[in-house]
């Protein structure tokens, strides 16, 4: 069997047309258009177009494109009430991937897998996320839903509906750009999460799931909250660098720095800077941004790391207005249009995703009476009494960890001093 690589890091899974990232250069493209182009060009509707269908569309084309996406912006009715309903006090990620599985019920079809039909329906879910992560904001807020707009782009109507005033044209650019960096990373977690679901055939919403489960994850889409939470906690820029290098002696990361895959600066980052220094300024922000800037200082010095994309998007979103909790929906609803593409492409050529592993278990175990298991002996050491024969945790430490706290045999996250992951709807 092939030598085993942590994490898959380096592994070729598949080729794709739709995403490429140099790491040693640090850029970045969309089918063969480099990122910093289309930030400075083009929009996100137009910017999905490139990603769903292998071109820039036509003046005629980006109407129907958006024309589609005005129709499709609203959620069916039941859906919307449940997001009202029953999601407030809900996390933001949990409501989102659950709104996205109950529309599916509202589309019967969706293992057919007719490739026009899956392309209207990457359509109609990259229109439906705003609109679900708007409404659960408002929810939370006991507010009514704004509903959304025919006339503005995806970036100022999902702004809009988060308020319910129409933003300015600048603000509605920078949420644009950010969309349009975040629009897709080649097989990042989430997209191999989605390309594995659609390779079993299951439906794109199925698929879409699976990608938004794995974003969930702070190791992946929540990094951003991790970060706004560490400059707020770490307050003013004189207590920077004594927050960095305690947290550096105890081993432990700095949010927001480093990559897998980027061995120099990350150029989305690149691009989203300039919008973070002026809305900092616009905002009275700058203390947090002078902060921020702080940190890469001390960071680059000790590790010699660069500030990724969660890093600076997550002074933006701030900037924006958008609460901490709502940046990795905000991600996902960018990151609709690189699912679906890959979802598209992976139903395209499909082989099933079902990799091997290697095993280092111990071997030549023989079954053993349950009256004889007494000791770890006699499993060669590795009987765990906390768990049952079957490898299920007894009765009381289950109920233990669905009341919320840890299950017995285990500790809680250490996480970062201070810091939680995002849970509680508002």
């Given at each position: 069997?092939?030598?085993?690589?942590?994490?898959?890091?380096?592994?070729?899974?598949?080729?794709?047309?739709?995403?490429?990232?140099?790491?040693?250069?640090?850029?970045?493209?969309?089918?063969?258009?480099?990122?910093?182009?289309?930030?400075?060009?083009?929009?996100?509707?137009?910017?999905?177009?490139l990603?769903?269908?292998?071109?820039?569309?036509?003046?005629?084309?980006?109407?129907d494109?958006?024309?589609?996406?005005?129709?499709?912006?609203?959620?069916?009715?039941?859906?919307?009430?449940?997001?009202?309903?029953?999601?407030?006090?809900?996390d933001?990620?949990e409501?989102?991937?659950?709104?996205?599985s109950?529309?599916?019920?509202?589309?019967?079809?969706?293992?057919?897998?007719?490739?026009e039909?899956?392309?209207?329906?990457?359509?109609?879910?990259?229109a439906?996320?705003?609109?679900?992560?708007?409404?659960?904001?408002?929810?939370?807020?006991?507010?009514?839903?704004?509903?959304?707009s025919?006339?503005?782009?995806?970036?100022?109507?999902?702004?809009?509906?988060?308020?319910?005033?129409?933003?300015?044209?600048?603000?509605?650019?920078?949420?644009?750009?950010?969309?349009?960096v975040?629009?897709?990373?080649?097989?990042?977690a989430?997209?191999?999460?989605?390309?594995?679901?659609?390779?079993?055939?299951?439906?794109?919403?199925?698929?879409?799931?699976a990608?938004?489960?794995?974003?969930?994850?702070?190791?992946?889409?929540?990094?951003?909250?991790?970060?706004?939470?560490?400059l707020?906690?770490?307050?003013?820029?004189?207590?920077?660098?004594?927050?960095?290098?305690?947290?550096?002696?105890?081993?432990?990361?700095?949010?927001?720095?480093?990559?897998?895959?980027?061995?120099?600066?990350?150029?989305?980052?690149?691009?989203?800077?300039?919008?973070?220094a002026?809305?900092?300024?616009?905002?009275?922000?700058?203390?947090?941004?002078?902060?921020?800037?702080?940190?890469?200082?001390?960071?680059?010095?000790?590790?010699?790391?660069n500030?990724?994309?969660?890093?600076?998007?997550?002074?933006?979103y701030?900037?924006?207005?958008?609460?901490a909790?709502?940046?990795?929906?905000?991600?996902?609803?960018?990151?609709?249009?690189?699912?679906?593409a890959?979802?598209?492409?992976?139903?395209?050529?499909?082989r099933?995703?079902?990799?091997?592993a290697?095993?280092?278990?111990?071997?030549?175990?023989?079954?053993?009476?349950?009256?004889?298991?007494?000791?770890?002996?006699?499993?060669?050491?590795?009987?765990?009494?906390?768990?049952?024969?079957?490898?299920?945790?007894?009765?009381?430490?289950?109920?233990?960890?669905?009341?919320?706290?840890?299950?017995?045999?285990?500790?809680?996250?250490?996480?970062?001093p201070?810091?939680?992951h995002?849970?509680?709807?508002?």
């Amino acid at each position: 069997m092939a030598k085993k690589k942590g994490g898959l890091e380096d592994v070729v899974a598949l080729d794709s047309s739709i995403c490429a990232v140099d790491g040693l250069q640090g850029r970045l493209f969309y089918r063969g258009m480099e990122i910093n182009e289309l930030a400075a060009h083009s929009t996100y509707p137009e910017t999905a177009y490139l990603l769903w269908f292998g071109r820039l569309p036509t003046s005629d084309q980006l109407d129907d494109l958006m024309a589609q996406f005005y129709s499709e912006r609203e959620l069916p009715p039941a859906v919307l009430h449940m997001i009202v309903e029953f999601m407030p006090s809900w996390d933001s990620m949990e409501g989102l991937r659950t709104a996205v599985s109950a529309i599916s019920g509202y589309d019967p079809g969706g293992l057919n897998h007719i490739r026009e039909e899956d392309q209207k329906r990457a359509i109609s879910l990259t229109a439906r996320m705003p609109t679900i992560i708007a409404s659960y904001h408002r929810a939370r807020q006991k507010l009514p839903p704004v509903p959304p707009s025919r006339g503005l782009a995806t970036a100022a109507n999902f702004l809009y509906m988060l308020s319910g005033e129409r933003p300015s044209e600048q603000k509605a650019r920078i949420l644009d750009v950010c969309l349009i960096v975040h629009a897709d990373h080649e097989l990042n977690a989430s997209t191999f999460a989605a390309r594995v679901a659609a390779s079993t055939l299951a439906d794109i919403y199925a698929a879409v799931c699976a990608g938004i489960a794995t974003l969930d994850g702070p190791l992946h889409g929540g990094a951003n909250e991790q970060v706004l939470a560490m400059l707020e906690e770490i307050g003013t820029p004189d207590q920077a660098e004594r927050y960095v290098l305690d947290l550096l002696a105890q081993g432990k990361k700095v949010p927001g720095f480093g990559h897998r895959v980027y061995k120099t600066a990350d150029p989305r980052a690149t691009i989203l800077r300039p919008f973070a220094a002026e809305l900092a300024k616009e905002t009275g922000q700058t203390r947090l941004f002078d902060t921020a800037r702080k940190i890469e200082e001390v960071v680059m010095r000790e590790r010699g790391l660069n500030a990724n994309l969660d890093y600076v998007s997550a002074q933006v979103y701030h900037g924006l207005g958008i609460p901490a909790d709502l940046m990795t929906p905000l991600f996902a609803m960018s990151r609709c249009a690189g699912w679906t593409a890959h979802i598209l492409e992976q139903y395209s050529d499909n082989r099933l995703i079902r990799p091997r592993a290697r095993y280092v278990g111990p071997k030549n175990v023989h079954y053993i009476p349950i009256e004889e298991r007494r000791t770890k002996a006699a499993y060669g050491g590795t009987h765990d009494p906390g768990r049952t024969a079957g490898g299920l945790r007894p009765a009381s430490t289950l109920r233990r960890s669905l009341r919320g706290g840890p299950p017995a045999d285990q500790d809680p996250d250490p996480g970062l001093p201070g810091l939680r992951h995002r849970r509680g709807g508002g």
